[in-house]
């Protein structure tokens, strides 16, 4: 009845078998050897009807030693060594980003055997370059290390040592072993025969101190520097204390299902089997999914491939991804496909829709009713106005408006005029209106309610405007042309005019055909956000109805969501930050029609009463990213059963863009580990107004670029300075800027 340890004779299939269940507080690896060989060898004895004697050895007298060890000059030197290796706060190494606050050790395990050519390899390997088996198998852990922690200068991991180093100890059942926290320093231009070789002389300096107990390392370290962490996340055991014995036998080594640390890899090579048997004991919450463990075992084995044919390869020359992951990189984690729309520019779209439904109501502002053919015929005469100023493909026009229906016109009267809309606020500063016109070299606005007086600009009043000339405008434009003109918000100096031609646009809207979005959009951001852009031409290019709001109902929070409920919104726009406002302030009960809420313009943080809401009324929300300069390019749907756990991600890229996360030196970052986001495909804008200094450092070439094998990929590179990791599952996980 021991809760130390359980012994079991079985009859299994015509074959004997002893399930041994030790205890590690009375047990180790190595203990379990000498039981098994003592097994094996009385066994053997019984049957050859042999007398014995039964070997013992006192544990007690390791104790002993034990404390007089902590009572000697022996013990202060040890201290001493492990004091000069800790001389800064040390930095953990993580085994995986973004992991923190481990409620429970429980763990599962994943084995795997290494091929019998790659383990023949190795070893014929460490025997040309006189080196152990672990010592290989250490170096592609802390390579792997190395390459998701960049930032380490020092990497770390648990190392259990033997701890026997007298006669006595290694014919002595029970707990001897001790973990020494392995900490080694190296970078990515070692040779990586010199990095084994390195790793070898600091086995020897550590082994020399093996007796130091791990806990009081951690002690000291909280005494000095009140470091509350683990030193590491990963410990490596190199198994091979073998069962000696006569009869044939095989062992299998079973977890208990717990693990002090996130990972523990296990090299098995007790059988002399000649292969090598790679077990891996993960915590569960750490990598709720085995396939990230699965993931993570491939790439030390392509490590391991690496180095042992490396020919005096550098640690920088090695990749961490397997080729099968850089393909599933590049090509599964996207979806490049063209339609009838690819060539299309978005007044062409809006043009065929009014021609379907030209009775349909298309915008609604202040209760009046505008219809497809209405603003279609006005937009027709803005456009042939432009057209007789001289307005051509390209040419850009500043729209500074006061919302209403005037707003979409001057919009789409410009881009049917073959020219490209520059939206103003006309709530903005006469100087920085005034600096936006002229970097656009604007000589046409087009104004609605706004009775400033700007410098050398000729305006064309909308509301007093005559609308004579109704008739068809033709198309003049590619889809390559100049479609809008957004200007950033000028926070890190002046202001850039972010240009954007038509594929971006036209390729977000038209796969919003596969969300049921119903028939009410609402439109309340303001216009020189590229957001007003969205909400306009979701409505307009699928044939839905626009709901415009004044410019001050966003102040009222009851009067917002009076709006949406009484229009019977069934999709709207907003930032998480002004939801979370709104519904702090009034309480709904319900949503009235509302089916689908687009988040985008910052992080996706929602309070507990928003999430139970949105579940409460079975409301969608659709978590967009996109800087300005490629407009929105992933985008995660959670639908209401998922609000209760939601997992924050910025989705997964959107058709026919590629959302590349790159290290320094432009490689892949394997998924997990971090880096900068990088945007190419169809929604990359064409770069700053004026400002090709600006647009040759942001924009960059594609080195992952091939026409024939993915003709969406996109030549071009937009640097975003967001930093972001990929997940198992191709969704990405925004971390903030650098």
């Not at 020219?419 to 005034?434: S, V």
């Not at 709904?588 to 910052?602: H, R, T, V, W, Y």
Request: with cysteine.
């Amino acid at each position: 009845n021991s809760k130390l340890y359980h012994f079991y004779n079985c009859w299994i299939h015509g074959k004997t078998a002893v399930f041994v269940i030790l205890s590690h507080l009375i047990a180790d690896g190595w203990t379990l050897s000498l039981v098994c060989s003592r097994i094996s060898a009385y066994i053997r004895q019984i049957l050859n009807n042999e007398c014995f004697e039964i070997e013992e050895q006192d544990y007690r007298r390791h104790i002993e030693d034990e404390i007089r060890y902590r009572n000697s000059e022996k013990y202060q030197k040890d201290q001493q060594f492990f004091e000069s290796i800790y001389e800064e706060v040390p930095k953990q190494t993580r085994i995986k980003n973004g992991h923190s606050g481990i409620k429970t050790p429980a763990s599962k395990r994943y084995e795997r055997k290494l091929e019998s050519r790659d383990a023949a390899d190795i070893r014929s390997y460490c025997k040309t370059h006189q080196l152990t088996p672990a010592v290989i198998f250490e170096a592609a852990m802390l390579i792997y290390l190395q390459k998701m922690n960049p930032q380490n200068k020092v990497f770390t991991f648990g190392m259990p040592v033997l701890n026997r180093t007298k006669l006595y100890e290694k014919r002595c059942a029970g707990m001897f072993i001790s973990t020494v926290p392995f900490a080694i320093s190296f970078s990515d231009e070692m040779k990586i025969i010199d990095f084994l070789k390195l790793i070898t002389m600091t086995h020897t300096k550590y082994f020399r101190h093996q007796q130091y107990p791990y806990h009081d390392i951690l002690g000291n370290l909280r005494k000095k520097y009140g470091f509350g962490e683990r030193l590491y996340d990963v410990m490596i055991s190199y198994q091979n204390a073998q069962v000696s014995s006569e009869i044939p036998f095989t062992t299998k080594w079973y977890s208990n299902g717990y693990s002090e640390v996130p990972l523990e890899m296990h090299i098995d090579d007790r059988d002399r089997t000649g292969n090598f048997q790679l077990t891996f004991d993960y915590q569960k919450e750490v990598f709720p999914e085995e396939s990230e463990v699965v993931l993570l075992c491939e790439r030390i084995i392509w490590l391991l491939q690496q180095m042992i044919h490396s020919d005096g390869k550098s640690i920088a020359a090695l990749s961490i991804m397997p080729p099968y992951e850089e393909h599933r990189i590049l090509h599964d984690f996207h979806k490049f496909f063209t339609d009838r729309y690819a060539s299309k520019c978005v007044h062409e779209i809006f043009m065929a829709q009014a021609e379907r439904t030209p009775e349909a109501a298309a915008v609604i502002y202040e209760g009046k009713v505008y219809t497809y053919r209405q603003i279609d015929e006005m937009s027709n005469a803005i456009a042939h106005e432009l057209k007789n100023r001289g307005i051509t493909a390209n040419c850009v026009v500043p729209v500074i408006a006061h919302r209403s229906h005037y707003v979409i016109v001057a919009m789409l009267g410009v881009l049917k005029a073959g020219g490209a809309y520059l939206p103003i606020d006309p709530e903005y500063p006469k100087d920085r209106i005034n600096y936006m016109i002229s970097e656009a070299g604007a000589d046409y606005i087009l104004t609605y309610h706004d009775d400033a007086v700007y410098d050398n600009i000729q305006r064309i009043d909308l509301e007093s405007f005559s609308y004579e000339d109704l008739s068809s405008v033709p198309s003049v434009n590619k889809k390559e042309d100049l479609c809008y003109v957004i200007f950033t918000s000028g926070s890190t100096g002046k202001p850039k005019g972010v240009t954007m031609h038509h594929r971006p646009l036209v390729n977000l809207i038209m796969r919003k055909q596969k969300i049921s979005l119903g028939e009410n959009i609402s439109s309340t951001t303001t216009i020189s956000f590229d957001v007003f852009t969205q909400e306009v031409f979701t409505a307009l290019l699928l044939g839905k109805t626009l709901y415009l709001s004044d410019d001050r109902l966003k102040e009222n929070p009851r009067k917002f969501f009076d709006f949406i409920k009484q229009n019977k919104i069934h999709s709207m726009f907003c930032t998480p930050s002004y939801f979370n406002y709104v519904m702090s302030h009034i309480h709904p009960s319900d949503a009235g029609e509302l089916k689908n809420i687009f988040f985008a313009g910052e992080a996706l943080v929602l309070s507990d009463l928003c999430i139970e809401w949105l579940r409460k009324n079975q409301v969608c929300i659709i978590n967009q990213y996109g800087p300005s300069e490629t407009h929105v390019v992933t985008e995660r749907i959670y639908e209401p059963v998922e609000l209760a756990h939601m997992d924050v991600t910025i989705g997964k890229p959107i058709v026919n863009v590629q959302a590349l996360i790159l290290d320094e030196q432009m490689n892949l970052c394997p998924v997990g580990g971090d880096g900068e986001l990088y945007i190419a495909g169809e929604n990359v804008g064409k770069g700053y107004l004026n400002h090709p200094e600006l647009t040759n450092e942001r924009f960059k070439i594609n080195p992952f670029y091939t026409e024939k094998d993915v003709p969406y990929m996109g030549k071009i590179l937009y640097q975003t300075g967001d930093i972001a990791r990929y997940r198992a599952d191709g969704n990405i996980e925004y971390l903030g800027r650098i």
